[in-house]
C-alpha cells in the first residue's frame, strides 16, 4: 500500500512538474514571437515585409536627404534641414535659409505615413499637390497644408490652427491632442484623385475634396486667394515645413493608390 501510494506521488510530482516546464515553453514561446513583432513595427525608417508585400517605399533612410531637396533652390544654397537621431531636422539654430524642404517625385494618388514632434511652440507644416516652379515662390503658394502645431504654441486656441486640420480652411473633424514634446506623433495623408483625408494619432481630422465647388468657394473666400495656383491641383509633390522652432521627420513612408 505504501508502495503504491509513494509511486502515486511520484506521477503527481512528475505531471506537475511537466506541466510547469510546459508552461516555461510557451512562455519563452510568446516572448519571442511578441519581442520579434515589436522590433518589426517599432525599427524606424524600415519597411516590415508586409509593407513591403503591399507597395509601400521609404521616403526617408534614416541617413540622408535622399528623395528630398530644398524648394526652388537652384544654387544649392545651404539649407537648415539635417539628419539627427535618425530623422529628418529642421535646425532652429542654423543660420542657413529655412527653405522648405520637397520630395523629388510627384504623387496623385496615394497613402503617405509620417511621423513627427515638435519643440516647444513648433509650427510646421506638410503641405500636399505642391507645384514647383520658379514662377510659385513658396510652397504654400499652391499646396494646401496639414497643419502641425505644439500645444504650447499661441495659436493653439484657434481651431484652424491646430494639428491635423486642413489649415485656415476646416477644424478638426475629431479632437486630437498630441503627444508629449518628445513623443512621435504619428500621421497620414490619403488622397484619391483629389479628395483627400487627413488622419492624427489613429482619428480623421479633415476631409476635403479638391475638385469640389466647396473647396472652391473655400479658397475664393480665404487669405489664398491671391495665389493663382493655389489648391487647384490634384497632384503635386509633397513638402515639409518649419517655422524656426524645431521640427523632426521620421519613418516617411508612402504607398500608390
Known sequence: ????IKETLIQIKTMINLNLFKKIILSVFMGCILLSCQNEKSSPNTLTEEEQSNGWQLLFDGTTLNNWHTYNNSKNAPAAWVVKNGAIYCDPKSESQKYDLVS???YKNYEFKFEWKLEKEGNSGVFVNVQERPDINATYHSGPEYQ???DSHPDFDKPLKRSGCLYTFL???NFVNIKAQDDWNESSIIQKDGKVTFYLNGKITAEM???S???????KHSNFKDYPEFGKHISGKLAL???SRGVSFRNLKIKTL
Open 1 to 4: 500500500m505504501g508502495k503504491l
Open 171 to 173: 477644424p478638426q473633424q
Open 209 to 211: 475634396d479638391f475638385n
Open 213 to 219: 465647388a466647396k473647396w472652391k468657394d473655400l479658397v
Open 148 to 150: 502641425l502645431l505644439a
Open 241 to 243: 515645413q518649419d517655422w
Open 104 to 106: 523629388d517625385k510627384e
